[in-house]
């Protein structure tokens, strides 16, 4: 990792990746019976938002680079929806932290969305 990556100078990609392991820290406390179910779906959901900004960065025009952001924000709103379920089932505290870094990353990808769809 000595190459310098055009998402590595992305704050929603690092806030994103933060997002990720916090949903890791929270889903181990989930009961084992989630575990091929809402824990697997909540990560999964995780670790798609860093990833599609990652291979949205990598690509060579503005658009492709919005779609990805536009797939990463609807994994953003598939987890904050599982969270929500999690809150439902009694898995998760209501007004855990998680809720505040899943806010943060949302507005920092629906800004560098803006700003790179005013630009195609």
């Known amino acids: 990792m000595t190459e ?11 806030e994103s990746i933060s997002l990720v392991k916090a949903v890791y820290v929270v889903s181990r406390s989930f009961p084992k019976d989630e575990l091929y179910g809402l824990t697997s779906q909540m990560r999964r959901a ?8 990652a291979e949205g960065a990598a690509r060579s025009g503005q658009k ?7 797939i990463a924000r ?5 987890l904050e929806t599982q969270l ?11 007004a855990h932290d998680i809720f505040s870094l899943l806010d943060r990353v949302s507005r920092l990808i629906t800004g560098l969305y803006k700003k790179v769809a005013s630009r195609s």
């Open 84 to 94: 929500i379920i999690a809150v439902e089932l009694g898995y998760l505290a209501r």
């Open 46 to 53: 995780a670790v798609s938002i860093p990833s599609n900004l």
């Open 64 to 70: 492709e680079f919005a779609q990805f952001l536009s």
């Open 4 to 14: 310098q990556r055009p998402h590595y100078n992305l704050e929603a990609w690092k």
């Open 74 to 78: 609807g994994s953003l709103s598939e």
